[in-house]
């Protein structure tokens, strides 16, 4: 640490730069004593339509006095430093006061959350203290420093906002406890998920639908019809904090579901790709659980692939293309379908979430009349319905399929839960009858068994972030990723739900490059995910003190931006198989 200097120096020097030009402000770069916290200015911008000065604000925990109990396990710890982000935010918007010029000028914020509650870097809770990281847009007339505007900023609005949402006592005690607690329930159920032999687990209760189609937010409760689950798949559960919940637990195997339209089974699904990430209370989905390692598939036109075994799903295509090192810059619905799955596999998931609706039609089902028209060994294409048994019973890897139009896949299905009215129901008996009265007479049409996970070793060279000798590394939102000279498009990547987490993926790629030259995807991934989970999320950035804007994400949606990067090149690929194929 810098040596720290009094307020009074940072007041003097903000008043001597007064009415200067912009870069004057590079002076008050340091670290300050203002009042009880420690004000750290890590970055100032160059120009006040830059991106903001990034700065912290230190309270020892001795005086924050927060009971430890609360961040003893890192359940707990990240919902407490998610509960001091919201409420630190929620004080900012009322004690800032905001534009005071041009550009940036005024603006103090905090990377602010949604309804998940996600590992941050905007605050941090330890032993020693707690510390938050923000923003600000330090003030200036045209490119003149407004020294006074910027001491109301850092020294009155700052600590006054950390006063009222750093310290254990300006908030609400209970609150923050059943915050916390609620977070940590929600953590150790979907731990269990695996003991209980089910891939998800939806509480009774629960609250699915969201206020709109681009809103994360709940319906509200007096709108909505609250989740019941039917008898034959209740399960109950103790939470970690001594409560008992109950709920309907997804069971591993071959699922679907299926209802009529606008009767809840895309929410449904919705939900369960939510479910692996805690939410807040009150969210609705806060016991909506799934496997962490569930991958939400789908059909994705256009996309990059590169070295994909895809054999298991397509064959022989007529151009001689081969599909056991499948590669093109531009993916039909089909093939992308498939290497979407195979690179699934390949980072070890253990469920597959699918909608039909957005899944290519030809990749899902190959019906009697089809197959009678077109001979077998005419069609590429091994269907879906054919291989999502074999991927249970040969790779352990569950299936739960959102099914509107296909009454075929009756004949796979273990478990089928019908929505009605958003209600659920265990059709699986009415829909082996259906299967047994009115059997499809399609053929299977699966050439040998799956094969375990493919391990890839790229090329280092090609991922290469360096525009005209410097790393760029830029995002746009939460789904593109500027990557030196490529753009990675993540718009399909449904997981995603946090610009921030973006942030940390495209920096990712960046800190796993020099990993590749002896390690496959997966086994990089895997080491990065360890030492995110010992050092936690600054060891991603390539700057020292402030890395306050990343969410973490998981090595799934690292590997998903990797496999779209268009500049990747492939060393090698290992296979490990089982049966045939």
Known sequence: MSKIKDASHLASELKRIDSKGYKAYKDIAGTYGVDEFTLFVDHVQG?????????????????????SDLSDNPDRRIALEDYILRAFDSVLNRVAKGNRG??????????????????????????????????AGLPARGRKVL?????????????????????????DGREVRKFVLSVEDAAKL?????????????????????ESGVSEKPMLRDEAVPFRAPSSLKREATLANGGRVSGMAIPEGVNLIVGGGYHGKSTLLEALDRGIYNHIPGDGRELVVTRPSAIKIRAEDGRQVTGVDIRPFIRDLPNRTDTGNFTTPSASGSTSQAANIMEALEMGADTLLVDEDTSATNFMMRDMRMQLLVAADKEPITPFIDRVRQLHRQLGVSTVLVVGGSGDYFDVADTVIMMDHYRPKNVTAEAAEIAERFPTGRAEESPG??????????????IDARHRGRVKVKTRGMSTIQFGTETIDLSSVEQLVDFSQ???????????????????????????????????????????????DYARPRCMEIAAALNRLRSLRLLKTEYMRTGGG
Do not use: W
């Open 502 to 548: 973006t942030r940390a993926i495209a920096d990712a790629l960046v800190s796993v490059r020099s990993r590749f030259p002896d390690m496959c995807i997966y086994d990089a991934l895997e080491h990065l995910e360890r030492e995110l989970d010992q050092k936690g999320l600054d060891v991603l950035s390539p700057f020292s003190g402030h890395p306050g």
């Open 47 to 67: 120009d006040p339509f830059a991106s903001p000065s990034k700065v912290r604000l230190r309270l020892d925990a001795g005086r924050a006095q927060f009971p």
């Open 147 to 171: 020294g006074m505007q910027a001491q109301k900023m850092l020294l009155e609005e700052l600590p006054a906002a950390g006063r009222r949402a750093m310290y254990h006592s300006a908030l």
């Open 449 to 462: 068994g799956m094969p375990r996970r493919n391990r890839r070793f790229p090329d280092p060279d090609s």
């Open 102 to 135: 041009s550009g940036k000028s005024g603006m103090l914020a905090v990377d602010r959350p949604g309804q998940q509650v996600l590992e941050r870097t905007a605050v941090v809770v330890t032993s020693e203290y707690v510390e938050v990281r923000l923003v």
């Open 190 to 210: 979907r731990r269990q998920l695996s003991s209980m032999g089910a891939v998800a687990f939806v509480a009774d209760g629960s609250i699915l639908p969201r």
